[in-house]
């Protein structure tokens, strides 16, 4: 069961480096691939072995992101916009560019169904 886990997490991540080319979902940089994670929306736990592996069910986060998001100090409205939960203090949101304009640079319809599980 833990090797099959590991493939289909595998397979995940290539889909989601395809669709946001290798990019972060919402900084845009192309990160080295150890800083970069595939993060899903709807939890692994939570989620059939088709969503598991859906690539509308994740972004390709920066680890500092990714970490927000999967905590959910972070969430991604529907519009794509990011919100950064209250309890990030104000040195935290000045040091990661944590700032209100920040947004899922192409959220795409596929995605929608998955944001809710946030």
């Known amino acids: ?29 192309a990160l080295p691939s150890a800083l970069l994670r595939a993060s899903h929306a709807k939890p692994w736990a939570e989620a059939s072995d088709q969503e598991r592996l859906d690539p509308f069910n994740g972004l390709l986060l920066a680890v500092h992101l990714d970490a927000l998001f999967d905590s959910g100090l972070m969430v991604v409205t529907d519009e794509g916009q990011v919100l950064i939960s209250p309890e990030i203090t104000t040195d935290v949101r000045a040091n990661w560019s944590l700032h209100d304009e920040l947004r899922v640079r192409r959220l795409l319809p596929g995605h929608l169904p998955y944001l809710q599980f946030q």
Do not use: H, K, M, P
Request: hydrophobic share 45%; charged share 35%; glycine share 10%.
């Open 1 to 29: 069961a833990e090797v099959r886990r590991r493939i289909g997490q595998d397979v995940f991540r290539e889909a989601l480096f395809e669709l946001w080319e290798g990019r972060c979902a919402i900084t845009g940089l």
